[in-house]
């Protein structure tokens, strides 16, 4: 995979799921097992809009052609990937979410399995010219 597909992909799941939260957060939440408040509503529109503007980043870093914007991208996702992978695994087998909650699992450790990916292959050929 290239990581122009990666990073494409990262941007529409971000999008997608930005959308939901920042218009629909209880529906999106009731998916996943997760009962309402006024508090956990606040909560999903402001991660819908952190998402939406990580969107904006990936979709933009597409067609980064500087080394050191392509690492930074690659970097902070793997940190965001890594972190959320693991606050994912502890809820879903807590039982804060329901079976839908290892979806997002997927989806985290595709974010940081790839940029782990990319950014050793990317400082591998940097290395050995």
Do not use: C
Not at 26 to 37: R, T
Not at 50 to 57: D, E, P, Q, S, W
Not at 88 to 112: D, M
């Amino acid at each position: 995979m290239a990581i122009k597909m990666f990073f494409t992909i990262l941007a529409v799941l971000s999008f997608l799921f930005g959308i939901g939260f920042v218009l629909a957060p209880d529906q999106v939440l009731a998916n996943y097992g997760i009962e309402h408040s006024p508090a956990l509503a606040l909560l999903g529109r402001l991660f819908g809009g952190a998402l939406l503007a990580l969107g904006v980043i990936l979709w933009l870093a597409r067609d980064f052609r500087e080394e050191a914007a392509v690492r930074a991208v690659l970097v902070s996702t793997l940190v965001g990937g890594v972190v959320n992978l693991v606050v994912a695994i502890v809820g879903t087998l807590a039982g804060t979410t329901n079976a839908l909650g290892w979806s997002t699992v997927l989806i985290y450790l595709l974010a940081a399995v790839g940029s782990g990916y990319f950014l050793m292959e990317r400082t591998s050929r940097l290395s050995h010219p």
